[in-house]
């Protein structure tokens, strides 16, 4: 069994269901754009950014 192309897993729901082409404005919506740490802590994240290829500025590194 081969990994998909593209991993949604980190993807939030907007982006998700925007890959429909009749729901594609919700990218505009997503609103995971930074990661969120739980407070408190180190390296322990609350909710992770979207991974959707949608968002230019979600590239690591910039």
């Not at 995971?32 to 180190?42: A, K, R």
């Amino acid at each position: 069994m081969t990994a998909p192309a593209t991993d949604s897993s980190a993807w939030s729901a907007e982006c998700i269901v925007a890959q429909r082409p009749e729901y594609k404005e919700l990218h505009d919506d997503c609103r995971q754009t930074t990661d969120i740490p739980l407070p408190g802590t180190t390296g322990i994240l609350l909710q992770p950014r979207c991974g959707c290829a949608c968002h230019p500025f979600n590239t690591p590194g910039i």
